[in-house]
């Protein structure tokens, strides 16, 4: 796997779920190594709350971590957290409202492999 892909935030139940059960199908447990989502106790997007203990257990702040997503609560999450990077993934649709809270907007999420 490419090494760009070191540390994940999954931040959904569902997607929880299918990360669990991806992770065992296509072997993912190398490169998920935090699932935050709404257990009672985190709150979600766009709440600080999952970035908040994202840093607190890997001993960092949120001015070292980036934020990549493509709807609103994403950008307004990055800045709640006060994260350093936010990137815009438009490949669902251009939204002006979106792109004006992030640090940076591209097409595909390919694009940050180049």
Known sequence: MNSFFSNFIVDKISTYIDVRISEDEYG???I???IGSDDGILKTKPNADICEAFCKN???SSDEVCMV???FH???FAKNSNIAQSIYITSGGYNEEV???ANFTIKELVELLK
Do not use: R, T
């Open 69 to 71: 997503g493509d709807i």
């Open 28 to 30: 993912l447990e190398d």
């Open 32 to 34: 998920i190594s935090f």
């Open 74 to 76: 994403d950008m307004l």
């Open 99 to 101: 792109s004006k809270l």
């Open 58 to 60: 890997y001993q960092i």
